[in-house]
């Protein structure tokens, strides 16, 4: 049973305009959520958090939205540049939260055609 | 600025053999991770440590083992091993136990 679920497998768009990667779960108790990017051959950066008691933090170009109520949360970058072609996982964590406790999704395909 | 580094990037191994992933960190972190990353899948969890000389079970840990005898290193180790297996292994590790993880480039194994 997949507890974090990122739907859609790949996402184009163009440059400078707005990139909105989305994620569903399904444990109520998932409280702290995060989004790493990878580059192929590299591994895994982080890219922004939000913990449950907010519903967006925003840092720079990239902002994230959670909506607690319909269990997604969303990542827009804007604008999107072709650097910011890699894959996208969402991961979550419940219960007060622990590294050890993470939950990825599957992950999205970001391409970004100049 | 070495952060974790991971040897070796790949191996090939023959069903049955044994081999060791060497995860290095220079950051002082407490906790360290292994992860493997299959097609069409997300990352998961096989062990972690939550600081020297501490191991525990992740979410797929059967034929692994792992030891933190120094807190800068993570062994992982398949003492048989076995095409399912095949996977992209990668190491991080972090400051908290809830936040920013940094991640390895990743080990490629193959068991044929």
């Known amino acids: 049973d997949q507890q974090v679920k990122q739907n859609s497998p790949s996402l184009s768009v163009q440059e400078g305009r707005i990139s909105i990667l989305n994620c569903d779960y399904t444990?109520?108790?998932?409280?702290?959520f995060l989004w790493y990017k990878k580059y192929p051959a590299e591994g895994p950066t982080f890219l922004i958090s939000i913990s449950s008691i907010k519903d967006k933090n925003e840092d720079g170009r990239f902002t994230v939205f959670l909506n607690k109520s319909a269990k997604h949360l969303s990542l827009h970058i804007v604008p999107s540049q072709p650097g910011d072609s890699a894959v996208y996982f969402c991961a979550a964590s419940a219960g007060g939260g622990s590294n050890y406790k993470l939950t990825f999704g599957k992950g999205t395909l970001l391409t970004v055609n100049p | 600025n070495a952060g974790v580094t991971q040897t070796p990037k790949f191996r090939v191994l023959k069903t049955g053999q044994s081999m060791t992933l060497l995860c290095a960190q220079d950051?002082?972190?407490?906790?360290m991770y292994w992860y493997r990353q299959d097609p069409g899948m997300g990352l998961r969890l096989i062990h972690y440590?939550?600081?020297?000389?501490?191991?525990a079970k992740g979410e797929v840990p059967d034929g692994y083992n792992v030891s933190r005898l120094k807190k800068q290193n993570f062994l992982l180790g398949l003492e048989s091993a076995a095409p399912s297996q095949t996977s992209v292994y990668f190491c991080?590790?972090?400051?908290?136990?809830?936040?920013?993880?940094?991640f390895g480039e990743g080990s490629r194994l193959t068991v044929l």
């Open positions: 440590s939550v600081g020297e000389g501490t191991t």
């Open positions: 950051m002082n972190h407490e906790y």
């Open positions: 991080a590790s972090s400051w908290l136990a809830l936040g920013e993880l940094f």
């Open positions: 444990n109520s108790m998932f409280d702290y």
